[in-house]
């Protein structure tokens, strides 16, 4: 497979991943008007496993998130690896 190919396959797995987010992770929270919150004390651990999940299954290397509630950064977490140093992305 061409590099050109790999590319293209590539971005349209990123697309898929940030499709699947915005449907299951951000609609919900849009949909409760900011009262939406993770077990009593807030984790995110489910959400951060489900993106784990999503990363083997699309075979993507690594992934960055952030999530902000109003104008506070409440989560933050770098997934897989990121360049040739196979370093953890930072959120």
């Not at 987010?21 to 984790?43: C, I, T, W």
């Not at 290397?61 to 690896?81: M, N, R, W, Y």
């Amino acid at each position: 497979m061409d590099n050109q190919k790999k590319l293209t396959k590539w971005i349209a797995r990123v697309a898929i991943l940030m499709l699947t987010l915005e449907l299951f992770v951000v609609s919900p929270v849009k949909a409760n008007q900011g009262s939406y919150r993770r077990s009593g004390n807030n984790s995110y651990d489910e959400m951060d496993a489900y993106i784990e999940e999503q990363l083997r299954a699309l075979n993507l290397p690594g992934a960055s998130l952030a999530i902000v509630e109003g104008d506070q950064v409440v989560h933050t977490k770098g997934f897989g690896v990121s360049g040739p140093a196979r370093e953890t992305p930072t959120p």
